[in-house]
């Protein structure tokens, strides 16, 4: 199971998602993780929930057949890929050019201002968080990275997991979204008393991390790095030869995690920040 949302602001659709394959408890050391959200083309992301070989099938045969099509022409071609399938319970997002349409239960739905799939408990979790945090202070994406954290970080939702993806679609531009965040550790205030708080110390919880993105448009990959536990993890997807590699790798810091996957990726990525780089 998993949890997309695609949401429509002004003129910019935001859309966001989890990157764990394996619903409910494992016996796996991890939750088996990938990227669910992927660029068709340069102006085109699709989501999907549901089984990720099928859909990466689909999608595979979408890309060849749909590059550069509208958004009704795409979702009229993954209906049809659909329906040569016995597996309705596959769904997806497409954000085309500023626009939202879903393929829901074989049903095709347009002009959408706010979509979702995947698992009806975790969507809506994800709606009470982004209540308790909207601010005129934070932008829309902020809002929906952070209530999907939430969503990931609730120990009663088993269908999501691992990090948050986010991208946006916009009339002329559509991109994975390069970010970094530093997350306060955990302490108790003493009065009366100076104490140095450890930031990077993994015991007080307090850690920094930068999203990992395709410098160029029409990419599927994405990754981030840990900047205290100097690690990285880049999940690599190309649609056309049915390839989905993830790399792993710890380097001193995110510009040097970059230029190593970039060699092998035989692409450049880039990220928000690194440091003593």
């Known amino acids: 199971m998993t949890l997309i949302v695609a949401r429509t602001f002004g003129e910019t659709v935001w859309i966001v998602g989890d990157t764990k ?51 009704n022409e795409t979702a009229d071609v993954l209906m049809t890929e659909l329906t040569k399938r016995r597996h309705p319970e596959i769904d997806f997002i497409i954000a085309h050019h500023g626009q939202i349409s879903t393929v829901k239960n074989h049903k095709h739905i347009t002009n959408q201002q706010v979509a979702w799939i995947g698992d009806s408990q975790a969507f809506e979790a994800f709606q009470k968080y982004c209540k308790l945090i909207e601010s005129d202070k934070l932008q829309i994406g902020n809002i929906l990275e952070e209530a999907m954290q939430l969503v990931i970080g609730d120990l009663s939702i088993q ?6 993806t986010v991208a946006i679609s916009e009339e002329n531009d559509s991109h994975y979204l390069s970010f970094g965040k530093a997350v306060s550790p955990r302490y108790k205030p ?71 996957v970039s060699k092998e990726l035989g692409y450049e990525i880039t990220h928000a920040w690194s440091w003593g780089s």
Request: net charge neutral; charged share 15%.
């Open 190 to 260: 003493i009065a009366e008393e100076w104490k140095a708080v450890d930031f990077g110390n993994a015991a007080n919880g307090g850690y920094s991390f930068t999203t990992i993105t395709p410098a160029e448009k029409g990419i599927s990959g994405w990754g981030y790095f840990l900047h205290q536990a100097r690690f990285g993890r880049y999940f690599a997807a190309d649609l056309s030869r049915q390839s989905f590699v993830i790399f792993v790798s710890r380097e001193k810091n995110a510009a040097e995690f970059c230029s190593v």
């Open 21 to 71: 394959f394996s619903g409910g408890p494992t016996e796996l050391p991890q939750p088996q993780l990938g990227l669910k959200i992927l660029a068709l083309d340069q102006n085109t992301f699709i989501g999907y929930s549901g089984s990720p070989e099928i859909a990466h099938e689909i999608l595979g045969n979408l890309a060849a057949k749909c590059g550069g099509k509208s958004l």
């Open 159 to 164: 269908s999501v997991g691992g990090q948050v």
